[in-house]
């Protein structure tokens, strides 16, 4: 696996890492001696290390960075890469040791992987003519739709069946000799940072917003209405301590705030967004960050491998019925260059053919569904409001006017002063 070294100024300072009992752990773990450890990158979540051997193929040692991830996130990711091992015909990394929590020789929780060969796609995209690029589309449609058939019932995230549970059921299956396969893994709640940054983990009965859900709009009213109470909670004290607000006024934007996503909850419930005919049983799998620097190719420009599976989860086809974001247009938020035209020119033809292959490979309604984003931006701002990141106070604010604005104002005025 070519990996790139993440700047260092872009990102919070290195772990406080024991390297040598890194390679002390990892020798007793992986019953081989690791003679060497160096860290590749380190990004906003994870540390990333190439470990050698004096035998046997290198390995990767992925270090939790932020020591606030519940032990779920590992364990989710670790299950999805073994549910995708197994159930798919996507190349993932094989796990070979993995602890969710510090309480280790090393004191950070770690996952101990395969290191996987191939370049990231996104080093030699731009080297690429034409129809190498569209070749790369086609295996990218392929990719979705293995995991297009990976079928749930619910919207959340990968977890393996405890083996005392597996045990239980064998032992009453076999009570009542009836014999099926038991299944090792489940759908459990969803790790994402935006239920436990930022202070969310703390509300009151944080773990009832992290589902798993029976839709997507289930899944952000549930979002809006953790909003809302964690500002019912912090609001008062955010806006006191960052705007220099005195009680009164910060109370009387928190309560206006209170409104809008009230009013935004109400909005959506008379005016879905949400398709009934997709939003509902059975879901796929979403790989949680499907990005060019997580896919993997060969010297012939083939996909050998996915990485990078932390926050992956179920959801439905508009989830997975996306433009990979390096063929999506150039903002026009200025006047274009020549240069900056003819990319848009090559990334609309390069959009038509991801199009053709999404309907022929998962059917006219993915082409329906990419023709519908285009159309309706609601739920991608919905999607940045309340999925992409955990927004301070002014911030949501500021999200909820334009979200009204561009989406109701035109139909209703009045909703905001001008």
Partial sequence: MDEDNTDEDSVESALDLDV??????????????????????RGLYNEIHLLQFDNGPD?????????????????????TMKYVAQNTRIRVPEVYAWDSKAQNDIKIPYILMERLPGKHLYKIWDKLNAEQKRNILSQIVDVLSELWKCKFKK????????????????????????????????????????????????????????????????????????????FTIHGVQELAEEDNLNEADAKKRVDELKKKLDLLQSKLSKDNPFDDSIDKPTFALIHGDFDAQNILVD???????????E??????????????????????LRALSDAEMEENREKKELRNYFRQEMVTKLGDISG??????????????????????????????????????????ARETGLYSS
Wanted: glycine share 4%; aromatic share 12%; proline share 4%.
């Fill in 59 to 79: 390995c990767i040692a992925r270090l939790a960075r932020d020591p606030n991830h519940p032990a779920e996130k590992i364990a989710s990711e670790v299950a």
């Fill in 20 to 41: 040598d009992m890194l390679k002390h752990m990892v020798s007793s773990r992986l019953k081989r001696r690791c003679v060497n450890s160096c860290k590749l990158t």
């Fill in 299 to 309: 010297d012939d420009i083939n996909i050998i491998g996915i990485i990078d599976w």
């Fill in 155 to 230: 919207i959340g995230c990968i977890y393996r069946n405890s083996s005392n549970s597996i045990r239980s059921c064998m032992t009453f299956l076999k009570n009542l000799m009836f014999y099926k396969t038991i299944q090792p893994f489940k759908i459990g709640p969803i790790v994402s940072p935006q239920f436990y940054i930022e202070g969310r983990n703390e509300i009151f009965d944080a773990p009832s917003y992290t589902g798993p859900f029976g839709s997507t709009r289930e899944l952000f009213y549930t979002l809006i209405r953790k909003e809302k109470q964690f």
């Fill in 368 to 409: 329906q569904i990419l023709d519908k984003r285009e159309r309706d931006r609601r739920i991608e701002d919905l999607e940045a409001m309340f999925t992409l990141m955990v927004h301070r106070f002014d911030m949501l604010e500021n999200l909820l006017k334009c979200f009204f604005d561009d989406h109701y104002k």
């Fill in 311 to 332: 926050f992956s989860h179920t959801g439905t086809l508009w989830d997975m019925c996306k433009y990979p974001i390096w063929i999506q247009e150039v903002e026009k």
